[in-house]
C-alpha cells in the first residue's frame, strides 16, 4: 500500500503575482485515499484533474512545462522487530506542452515505479 501526496507544478509566461518566479507556477496537490494501494491506480486515478488543470493552464500560456512529484511514506521491520519507516519524494522528467494529450499516464507512472525501484535498490536495508 502507498501513503502518499502527488503534486503537478507547471509553468507558463503570463505573470500572476510578484512572487514565485513572477507568478508563473501553478501547482495542485491530490492526496491518497484508503483504497490508492497502487502507483498506476493512483496517477491512473486522478489522470483526468491533472489533465483539466493542465489544459487550463495551456489556454493561458499556449504551451507549459510540467512535471509530477510523488510523495511515498515507506515502512520496514528490521529482522529484531523495529518498525522503521522513511519518506521519499519523486519526480518525473520535466515535459513542455501545449496539448493535454501528450500527458501519458503510463509514462509517469512508469517513471515514478522505476524512481522507486532505485530507491529501494540503494540500500534500504
Known amino acids: 500500500m502507498i501513503e502518499s501526496q502527488g503534486t503537478v507544478c507547471f509553468t507558463g509566461r503570463h505573470n500572476k503575482g510578484k512572487y514565485a518566479l513572477r507568478g508563473t507556477i501553478e501547482m495542485q496537490q491530490y492526496m491518497t485515499e484508503p483504497t490508492d494501494v497502487d ?24 504551451s507549459i512545462k510540467w512535471y509530477a512529484t510523488l510523495d511515498v511514506a515507506f515502512s520496514r521491520t528490521t529482522p529484531d ?13 520535466r515535459d513542455v506542452i501545449s496539448d493535454t494529450d501528450d500527458v501519458s499516464t503510463d509514462r509517469i507512472a ?3 515505479l522505476t524512481a522507486i525501484e ?7 536495508n
Open 110 to 112: 512508469g517513471e515514478f
Open 39 to 62: 502507483v498506476y491506480e493512483y496517477v491512473r486515478d486522478n489522470a483526468d484533474d491533472v489533465r483539466h488543470h493542465l489544459n487550463a493552464a495551456i489556454q493561458t500560456h499556449r
Open 118 to 124: 532505485n530507491f529501494n535498490s540503494r540500500g534500504s
Open 81 to 93: 522487530g523495529e518498525l522503521l519507516h522513511t519518506t521519499a519524494r519523486f519526480r518525473t522528467q
